[in-house]
């Protein structure tokens, strides 16, 4: 190698300082970055005492929230921005009002792959929050198949979660008591209520992927959570680990800002009526029962006698009226009003 392209190579990189380490330890040694540092901030995932699920062991990540502005006076439809992004990272505190499921309720689960390879998915999170973002669901589910891959670094579940996990049946029936008469919202809320066996009335259904879809609301037909919620809200979120109460009050928050267009093209389920049976019964009890004709059948159909009512003649008196009208068939032969197609008793 000649001596000028030594001395290229040698321009290109930067000159190591003297008794520091070499430039790509350098690169890779974090601890000389300083958290005031602006946009660089080195959050560790090992301190739990926050989370209601630690997580254990892993990696330094940049927290997103630093790069949110929780200050901004910015109203949007008549909400305000901040508060909703408070609600999304979990920032806001609740009145006891604010505490309750109320009307409406959001949902997100996550999944955990089983069977061969984990390809098909098995319910392992359910979290749902209400109108204000407070929790009123958070349960991990205990997996009868094992589990073949957790797919932590999208669902955020490890094999220790598992440990507090309760069997499905019994949060499936909890989340059906939860949401009954209540109006779910959700993101593809329908890959949610699959997973939980569960069905909901369509009109207590506020799915946040198809109705911004449908108004236009971001131009694409299947539109992601994270792609919905940057756009509305200039928030990120699933950067990393995902994290369903993340994901079901980012739902929420998005449904808030359009709730008052959007609600305008759904109506409440039509109350329910009583049954016929009852009906029938309610109806007999208010008339007065009539006299049985004779023979078997309903009155005038399977004796054949229709025809003969409906053929007699008009000229009658309304004495006579009256009475074939209640005993008609103690009439029929009678002088006065016999004719075509009359028959003697």
């Known amino acids: 190698m000649s001596a000028s392209a030594a001395k290229k190579i040698f321009r290109k ?14 690169k890779l040694d974090r601890s000389q970055l300083s958290s005031g540092s602006p946009g660089v901030a080195l ?20 927290d997103p929230e630093l790069a949110v502005d929780f200050t901004t006076s910015e109203t949007k439809n008549g909400e ?49 929050v209400n109108y204000w973002g407070t929790v009123q669901l958070d349960e991990f589910v205990k997996q009868k198949e094992r589990v073949a891959d957790y797919r932590t670094k999208w669902s955020g579940i490890r094999p220790s979660d598992m440990v507090k996990a309760k069997q499905f049946e019994e949060v499936q029936k909890t989340v059906a008591a939860l949401t009954k008469d209540r109006i779910i919202v959700g993101h593809a809320v329908h890959n949610d209520l699959k997973v939980l066996l569960l069905s909901h009335p369509g009109a207590f259904i506020r799915d946040t992927q198809r109705l911004a879809a449908k108004h ?7 539109p992601a959570l994270r792609n919905l919620v940057k ?7 699933q950067g990393g680990e995902h994290s369903s109460v993340t994901d079901a009050r980012a739902t929420m928050a998005v449904f808030r800002l359009h709730r008052k267009e959007w609600e305008k093209g759904f109506k409440p389920l039509p109350a329910p009526r009583a049954g016929a049976s009852k009906k029938r019964k309610l109806d007999e009890s208010s008339e007065p029962a009539e006299p049985t004709p004779p023979g078997r059948g309903r009155k005038g159909v ?15 008196s309304k004495s006579t009226v009256k009475t074939a009208s209640n005993n008609w068939w103690t009439t029929l032969g ?3 009003i016999a004719g075509k197609g009359s028959m003697k008793l």
Do not use: H, W
């Not at 959050?43 to 940049?62: C, E, L, M, W, Y």
């Not at 236009?216 to 299947?222: G, L």
């Not at 004796?303 to 053929?311: D, N």
């Open 13 to 26: 990189g930067k000159k190591p300082e003297q008794g520091g380490p070499p430039n790509k330890r350098r």
């Open 43 to 62: 959050v560790s995932s090992q301190d739990t005492s926050t989370s209601a699920f630690p997580r254990g062991n892993s990696t330094t990540v940049i």
């Open 80 to 128: 305000s921005l901040a508060t909703l992004r408070k609600m999304i990272f979990g920032r806001l505190e609740y009145t006891s009002a604010q505490k309750d499921p109320g009307k409406y309720l959001a949902i997100d689960c996550e999944m955990v792959g089983v069977g061969i390879d984990g390809e098909e998915s098995s319910l392992a999170r359910v979290s749902i």
């Open 216 to 222: 236009n609301v971001i131009n694409s037909k299947r």
């Open 231 to 237: 756009q509305e809200l200039d928030v990120v979120i």
């Open 302 to 316: 399977s004796s054949g006698l229709s025809t003969i009512v409906k053929r007699t003649p008009q000229t009658r």
């Open 334 to 336: 009678a002088s006065g």
